[in-house]
């Protein structure tokens, strides 16, 4: 029995491995996914959330670039490798974008950057506010690959940063959907009776309720913020997952394996987790993925509405709110890259459910 189990497995996987959408979409979500928890190490501005504004050079092309003078601070911050590795560098110093400076004898004289044909202002700064007296080490041309959003901020390191939202998203509230749907799906579908018309009629009510309302219903109940969100969205979407494990339930504890399991004396409790469940996560496996991708599409809805994650934090849903009218005003892709970034990552997760759906059906 278990050399049949692990052939099904094998067939299974090697069925996946021809669908060429399906491995390119699981690789693609690796990549979204190390770059989620290591956006830090790959954004250009590791500052936390990439919040370092430049009202100077604010909502400029992609390609843009400007010479950057940072004054350091004398404010000491003790922040550690593990934290800044994961939330980002507490950055104190303070950048100006500059267009001209000249170092003399006992100043730096610099002249702020100024857009459209505008002349900056004039400013000194004495050089031994500088390390060493070497304000030069402390002058560079920067360049912003996405360009700038209109808050003069990184927006490639926005997009980095905002990943982390929107991937993790999917992780928890799928899991939060998996742990009550199962376990409603399974006591309905095993005991029946006046069991399962109770928790059917919970799971028609909710059901009855548009998704996005639920979702604002809670998290207004929850307050803002990251982590009401992820709760508020994992609470709505076990719905689905309770009805296709109770249907499978209902089919599977008929089955001759089941009924060998009660003779033997095994309980419910045993019988519902180790005969009956690992036998039915094929359906679940590709409800999950489709929720990945709802979640998404949910929590980028929520931060364009503005119930969703706070400013300064990065959300992909966000930066479509904060730029959307820049469509008209000749600069779309401020909303068209973060609105690519939701679009893709949905797609990736709905191939690898078809993918999975293909690879699992027993039938093919």
């Not at 390119?24 to 830090?40: D, K, M, R, W």
């Not at 006992?106 to 007296?133: C, H, M, Q, V, W």
């Not at 969205?233 to 089919?251: C, F, K, N, P, Y």
């Amino acid at each position: 029995m278990s050399h049949k189990s692990n052939s099904l497995k094998q067939l299974a996987l090697q069925k996946f491995k021809k669908d060429f959408w399906g491995v390119f979409s699981f690789y693609f979500i690796v990549l979204v996914g190390l770059v989620s928890v290591f956006a830090y190490v790959f954004a250009p501005d590791d500052s936390q959330y990439a919040n370092q504004m430049h009202l100077a050079i604010h909502s400029k092309r992609p390609g843009f670039k400007v010479t950057m003078l940072t004054i350091p601070s004398k404010i000491k911050v003790n922040q550690s490798g593990f934290d800044r590795l994961f939330f980002g560098k507490k950055n104190t110093d303070t950048e100006i974008p500059i267009s001209a400076f000249e170092i003399k004898d006992t100043a730096l004289i610099y002249k702020e950057y100024a857009s459209d044909g505008l002349e900056g202002a004039e400013k000194k700064i004495k050089r031994s506010a500088f390390p060493n007296n070497s304000p030069k080490d402390f002058i560079q041309e920067k360049s912003f690959l996405f360009g700038t959003d209109k808050y003069g901020r990184d927006l490639i390191s926005r997009v980095l940063v905002g990943a982390r939202i929107s991937f993790f998203i999917g992780f928890v509230a799928v899991l939060i959907s998996l742990l009550i749907g199962i376990f409603m799906g399974s006591i309905a579908g095993y005991f029946g009776g006046k069991v399962d018309a109770i928790i059917m009629w919970i799971i028609n009510v909710t059901w009855s309720i548009p998704t996005l309302l639920l979702v604002i219903a809670i998290t207004l109940a929850l307050g803002k913020g990251f982590w009401q969100v992820f709760i508020a969205v994992g609470l709505t979407m076990w719905v689905e997952v309770a009805r296709v494990v109770r249907g499978q339930i209902i089919s599977a504890k008929e089955m001759q394996y089941v009924t060998a399991a009660r003779a033997l004396g095994f309980n419910d409790f045993r019988i519902i987790t180790k005969h009956i469940l690992p036998n039915i996560m094929a359906p679940v496996i590709v409800i999950s993925a489709a929720n990945f991708a709802a979640a998404i599409l949910i929590e980028s809805g929520l931060s364009f509405l503005g119930i969703g994650a706070q400013p300064p934090m990065a959300s992909w849903g966000a930066m479509i709110k904060d730029h959307y009218n820049y469509i008209i005003l000749g600069k779309p892709y401020l909303a068209i890259i973060p609105g690519l970034c939701i679009m893709s990552l949905v797609m990736a997760f709905m191939l690898i459910g078809n993918a999975l759906r293909d690879a699992l059906d027993v039938k093919n």
